[in-house]
């Protein structure tokens, strides 16, 4: 009934497979492999112009964009409601993810392809590293991922990236002051959302940010996604544990740098 076409340990694959796990939905996973261009494949683009994963199928049609994928599966599938009941609550869970559609996915990926496959893309033939850069659609994006490819942390973006993320875990921090999850007292679709990237900064061994010294309630938040046992199955799970060797090595190898980075911001 549900099909999807993922990858792994994509942050937006991760978020829908959150709700899809939050709700218990069975689905056929079609795993696309992004380093190695699957997403760029004709047939594929066919489903998703964007040349990005993830796209959900359902009842025959094709759904693209996470944020609005997860809107979708709880409009289609309400029995356990991920949105707030209230207006006022719906709006706010509707300007986190708008943030996270505009400035954290772009942030996280610069981050990341700076820090971890960047050297998985570097060890690539030259011919399949150009074929791969030349597919992406956007000329913006892809300006963007040959830079943190060819610069990596010293890329021009990689400050501002930093700093969006950094700003992402200070409201956070500001918004959980007073309730246990992002939009009142029910995990929903803004803490499905900003989970992968939260995982992901811990991931490239930016486990300081998140400590409960620095960031209390953001720690306490973590802990109990991490404890909730659709974590295990929609993400834990699936992360491949090559990725995240490369991930934890390269975050460590730069945790100093970036750190004196953050601080002179
Ligand atoms: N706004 C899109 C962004 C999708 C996106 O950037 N997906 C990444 C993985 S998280 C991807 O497929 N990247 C492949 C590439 O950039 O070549 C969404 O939320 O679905």
């Known amino acids: 009934m549900l099909e999807l076409y993922h990858n792994a ?49 359902h009842e025959g049609r094709a759904l693209i964009e996470s944020s609005l994928i997860n809107e979708y599966l709880d409009d289609a599938f309400p029995k356990v409601p991920m949105k707030p009941g209230d207006p006022a609550g719906r709006h706010a869970m509707r300007l986190w993810v708008k943030r996270f559609d505009q400035s954290t996915q772009g942030a996280i990926g610069v981050v990341t392809f700076a820090i971890g496959p960047r050297r998985l893309i570097l060890d690539q033939p030259e011919e399949v590293r150009e074929a ?12 963007v ?33 007073g309730q ?55 993400v834990s799970e699936w992360l491949p544990e090559p990725l995240l060797n490369v991930f934890r090595s390269g975050g460590e190898a730069v945790w100093g740098q970036v750190e004196r980075l953050i601080q002179t911001d």
């Open 9 to 57: 340990a994509s942050t937006c694959s991760q978020k829908v497979r959150m709700v899809l796990e939050e709700k218990s939905l069975d689905y056929t996973s079609r795993p696309i492999d992004l380093i190695a261009g699957e997403q760029h494949d004709p047939a594929y683009v066919k489903l998703n112009p964007n040349h990005v994963v993830p796209t959900l199928i």
């Open 132 to 143: 791969n850069l030349a597919a992406i659609p956007d000329p913006a994006r892809r300006a």
């Open 145 to 177: 991922r040959r830079s943190v490819i060819e610069h990596g942390i010293h890329a021009p973006e990689f400050d501002g990236a930093m700093g969006t993320l950094v700003e992402l875990l200070d409201d956070m921090e500001t918004a959980l002051a």
């Open 180 to 234: 246990n999850w992002l939009t009142g007292n029910a995990f929903g679709l803004a803490d499905a959302g900003v989970l992968p990237y939260v995982l992901r900064l811990d991931h490239l061994a930016m486990t300081p940010l998140l400590s409960a010294d620095v960031r209390p309630k953001v720690a306490d938040w973590y802990a109990r996604v991490q404890a909730r046992p659709a974590f295990t199955v929609a």
